[in-house]
């Protein structure tokens, strides 16, 4: 059996090696600041015969969605990606990738929304794709993104719903650390090709996505919803079965560090929860038991696993970067007390919004704020 | 966790920098991360690079806010370099043609223009001082020669003799300033 291989490289490159390994068919693709270098690598790749895939340069991110809908249609293998004011541009032809059912996996590399213009970090962006009936991970390593892509595609071609794989521009896209590259045919062994149940083929011509009345249309809207509940147990099953082939684990739905004997728990997600870490470690000296759940999983909100792992009576400090427009804090806190209601009401949730546009947050400033908000 | 921080003006290879150290943290059997912050790019603006080294998984992604080390490009940054962030017996390693001391701190220096100009490492840009800078690093970091002469090799396989020969001599004679 070949080893794994340990190379030094970019979240960016990252997900570009992982597209590679998946054995990916079809790559539509708009460059856009942070994600770029997937994009560029991946053509690279395409080009210099590494990856059998046919690349297509489109003059826009409605245009990019649009091509991989059309080429997941076709039963192909289909990867983009994509940042920010792209995803929003995206927005109307994410519905038809989710309500045709069509397993794209697309990259989103997190950047704040113009106006004003930044290119740094917030999470606004796939926060507000929420309601397109896509899947979202959220990564918080560049590992994470190699490893979740794989997942991804698995878990989409199961369950034919599009997924989101989401991580921080720059923190994370152009930060060069280790990462293990599992040997080919034990990826293949996890991620076998996509054989999908129906395709459009000229040979036998069919059409879909044809005008419904809303008796057909409220089934399909029914099944949409049922089945993204559905993928909970897929995705932890990709997880497991990921970690039994690779021996690498980055969580299921979540992820948490140091919670069983918690008092305080820090909630956060990407870059900023593989920080807190070490938050948690600094309140830990100071005699704080503090301790770390991380939703990988945003869509489905892991609701079941966030209610189980919560020690009793603890004291959740959601760390939000988005904003909730309309509310005081974030989003995830929104989401958090929605799934505690009249289900836990031994927990305290408090929220603080922070890191907005890619605002540093060092591990002593987090600390700080998590002790902060205790006397509040 | 070593944390090392790069203040430099854009052109002058920071980032170059920062990814050899952090290769040069993996073949010498440790967990290396290069961070650069990347602003809207100007060459010649003040930019910065955070460098971090660990036995263990390395699980920060902010930039250096009180790094161990601090290494300044170029003499015109030191004020800057120092005022962004260093611990309190943290070491300053600065490019300079002579010696520099700063205040309170542990500090080393190196005429990196000097070496790569004489090792014929120069455009019409100016010198490669991160090559020498590189050397001088290991030197400081305590990284045998050996591994920072196989971290040139590996990211520059059959031309790096020139590199190979500029970081050796900054290895060898960075200075240690008293203080």
Same mark, same amino acid.
């Given at each position: 059996m070949k080893a794994a291989q340990v190379i030094m490289d970019t979240g960016a490159h990252a997900a570009a090696l992982a597209v590679k390994s998946a054995r990916v068919d079809v790559v539509p693709g708009y460059p856009i600041t942070p994600q770029t270098s997937i994009m560029e690598a991946v053509a690279a790749m395409v080009e210099n015969g590494e990856l059998n895939a046919r690349f297509i340069p489109v003059e826009g991110e409605h245009s990019a969605m649009a091509a991989a809908v059309a080429a997941s249609a076709a039963g192909a293998r289909v990867f983009t990606a994509t940042s920010a004011n792209g995803l929003l541009y995206m927005h109307e032809v994410l519905h038809m990738a989710s309500g045709g059912r069509l397993p794209v996996v697309m990259c989103n590399v997190n950047r704040g929304i113009f106006a004003p213009w930044t290119l740094w970090a917030d999470h606004q962006d796939s926060f507000?794709?929420?309601?397109? !009936?896509w899947i979202q991970y959220h990564c918080s390593s560049n590992q994470e993104v190699f490893n979740t892509i794989l997942q991804a595609f698995r878990v989409a071609e199961q369950i034919n719903i599009p997924i989101m794989v989401n991580f921080d521009g720059f923190a994370i896209s152009h930060c060069l650390m280790p990462l293990t590259l599992p040997p080919q045919e034990d990826i293949d062994r996890f991620l076998p090709p996509h054989e999908p149940k129906w395709r459009l083929d000229p040979a036998h011509p069919s059409s879909f996505s044809n005008v419904t009345n809303a008796a057909e249309y409220a089934p399909f809207r029914q099944m949409l919803s049922d089945d993204i509940m559905a993928s909970i147990p897929l995705v932890k099953q990709a997880a497991q079965e990921y970690k039994d082939i690779t021996g690498m684990w980055d969580g299921d739905t979540i992820d948490t560090y140091l919670l069983e004997d918690a008092e305080v728990v820090a909630f956060a997600v990407n870059s900023m929860a593989a920080e807190l870490r070490l938050s948690i470690d600094i309140l830990r000296e100071q005699g704080i038991k503090a301790g770390l759940l991380r939703p990988?999983?945003?869509?489905? +909100?892991p609701a079941e696993d966030i209610i189980n792992a919560l020690p009793q009576n603890a004291q959740v400090m959601v760390l939000d970067r988005n904003y909730n427009f !309309?509310? =005081?804090?974030?989003i995830l806190a929104s989401e958090l007390k929605s799934v505690l +209601? !009249?289900?836990?009401?031994d927990i305290t949730v408090k929220n603080r919004v922070m890191g907005i546009g890619g605002i540093d947050l060092p591990r002593r400033f987090m600390a700080a704020e998590i002790r902060a908000m205790m006397d509040e | 966790m070593l944390e090392l921080r790069i203040n430099g003006f854009g052109g002058q290879g920071s980032v170059t920098l920062a990814h050899l150290l952090a290769q040069a943290a993996l073949e010498n059997g440790e967990q290396g991360q290069a961070l650069p912050f990347f602003g809207v790019e100007r060459r010649g603006a003040p930019v910065r690079a955070a460098v971090r080294m660990s036995p263990t998984t390395i699980h920060a992604h902010s930039q250096?806010?009180? =790094?161990d080390y601090v290494v300044v490009m170029?003499?015109?940054?030191i004020k800057a370099a120092v005022s962004e962030g260093i611990t309190e017996i943290g070491t300053v390693i600065i490019n300079a043609p002579h010696a520099v001391a700063v205040d309170k701190h542990p500090t080393w220096q190196l005429d990196a223009d000097a070496i790569a100009r004489e090792a014929g490492l120069f455009s019409a840009d100016g010198p490669f001082i991160n090559i020498p800078l590189f050397g001088a690093v290991c030197r400081v970091l305590n990284i045998p020669q050996n591994i920072m002469e196989q971290t040139i090799m590996n990211k520059w396989p059959g031309s790096g003799e020139r590199n190979l020969g500029a970081a050796g001599k900054a290895y060898n004679t960075v200075t240690q300033i008293s203080v």
């Open positions: 507000a794709q929420r309601d397109t !009936g990988r999983l945003y869509l489905p +909100f !309309g509310h =005081p804090g974030g +209601f !009249g289900r836990r009401n | 250096c806010e009180l =790094p170029s003499e015109k940054l």
